[in-house]
């Protein structure tokens, strides 16, 4: 802090992290254990009644009570810091000292398209979250498909950013994130087709058991999403966003430009 500010509070970005990652992957949990529990025959119906032992992400959390009031409000409450953190990771990257002075301005440009594509996947997510299946199909199958093609192209795409910044290679952490948002990635971008196909082929075939490796690999689609997200823990590991008594007082520090070994 400079000189004569006072820091009213101190938030580390790891509780930003808990946000993001642990209350919708504990929604999700809760959402389909009370499913089993509460609404088994219900969720796991299927159009040609064959036999299915889990409830989609759908029936699980929009469809039935207390399930989608519970989905509902863990979403809701952990979106906020998403936008946050959203603009943090745009400009930990484009404000990298680490990265080369070529290209900078597509450097800049693809750091911008990221950080959009990154506000559009949280918004149809709490936009598909008010609007439910069961209440308007259409719209809120658009939502979904807003936010799958801008999740799809933003993992990839904010991934490659992450290492042209140089990011990748100023720590040991730096690397660690870089892998483990390959492989976030890569499982996100597998079960996301695995599970069209096999919802197309259980609309197509009517195959007992089909139904229920299509909410398996929902469910893996969903927590590979939040594990990916997850990986800011790595990028802003020991930081901390700070508001301040003086104007414009909210900041945050990034990670070290130094190479070296982590701890």
Not at 122 to 145: D, K, P
Not at 170 to 198: D, M, P, Q, W
Request: charged letters at 10%; one cysteine or more.
């Amino acid at each position: 802090m400079a000189l004569g500010e006072d820091e009213i509070i101190s938030v580390p970005f790891k509780y930003f992290v808990f946000f993001i990652g642990g209350l919708p992957s504990s929604a999700l949990l809760i959402c389909v254990v009370l499913s089993l529990f509460l609404h088994f025959d219900q969720a796991t119906s299927t159009h040609c009644e064959v036999a299915n032992w889990l409830p989609s992400i759908s029936a699980a959390v929009s469809t039935y009570t207390p399930e989608k009031y519970i989905w509902q409000l863990l979403i809701a409450i952990h979106i906020g810091p998403r936008f946050f953190v959203a603009k943090a990771f745009r400009n930990f990257l484009a404000n990298s000292p680490l990265r080369p002075y070529t290209g900078s301005r597509r450097f800049l440009f693809l750091c911008n398209v990221s950080y959009y594509l990154n506000l559009l996947e949280n918004l149809c997510l709490i936009l598909l979250t008010i609007v439910s299946s069961s209440e308007n199909h259409s719209l809120h199958a658009r939502f979904f498909g807003g936010f799958a093609i801008s999740s799809i192209i933003f993992m990839p795409l904010s991934t490659w950013l992450f290492s042209e910044s140089g990011r990748r290679g100023a720590t040991n952490l730096g690397e660690r994130s870089y892998e483990y948002k390959i492989l976030g990635a890569s499982i996100y971008v597998i079960c996301f087709f695995l599970g069209g196909y096999l919802y197309w082929r259980h609309n197509t075939y009517c195959e007992p058991g089909i139904y229920t490796l299509f909410a398996l690999a929902e469910y893996s689609a969903v927590l590979s999403n939040i594990f990916f997200h997850c990986t800011l823990y790595y990028d802003f590991h020991g930081r901390s966003w700070s508001l301040t008594s003086s104007f414009g007082g909210g900041h945050y520090t990034m990670l070290p430009t130094h190479v070296g070994k982590d701890h």
